[in-house]
Nanobody
């Protein structure tokens, strides 16, 4: 099983990025997909989740700015990030989970300059 996260980079405050998490060895449509982030010097935190029955949840800090999207045909989950702020600077990770199993991507760096 492998989750390949990509799409991070350097962006100015107010800008947008779309992160991708492409899975192999599992079927995204059958998994709970989540995005987490770890800011510098801080713990990893949950930011967005997509249940396989299509419900979504978001951390308050990103609600209204970030959207988790599934593309089951591409076996990929995305995180659309708009109105980025310097506080969003972190390493972003995707996770797939189901029935007590969980798989993590390798992380992608997002840096927001003010």
């Amino acid at each position: 099983v492998q989750l390949q996260a990509s799409g991070g980079g350097l962006v100015q405050a107010g800008g947008s990025l779309r992160l991708s998490c492409t899975a192999s060895g599992i079927t995204v449509a059958n998994m709970i997909m989540g995005w987490y982030r770890q800011p510098p010097g801080a713990q990893r935190e949950f930011i967005a989740g997509s249940h396989f029955i299509r419900s979504t949840t978001y951390a308050e800090s990103v609600k209204g700015r970030f959207t988790i999207i599934r593309d089951n045909a591409k076996n990929t989950a995305y995180l659309q990030m708009n109105s980025l702020q310097s506080e969003d600077t972190a390493v972003y990770y995707c996770k797939a989970s189901k029935s007590g199993q969980e798989f993590w991507g390798q992380g992608t760096q997002v840096t927001v300059s003010s």
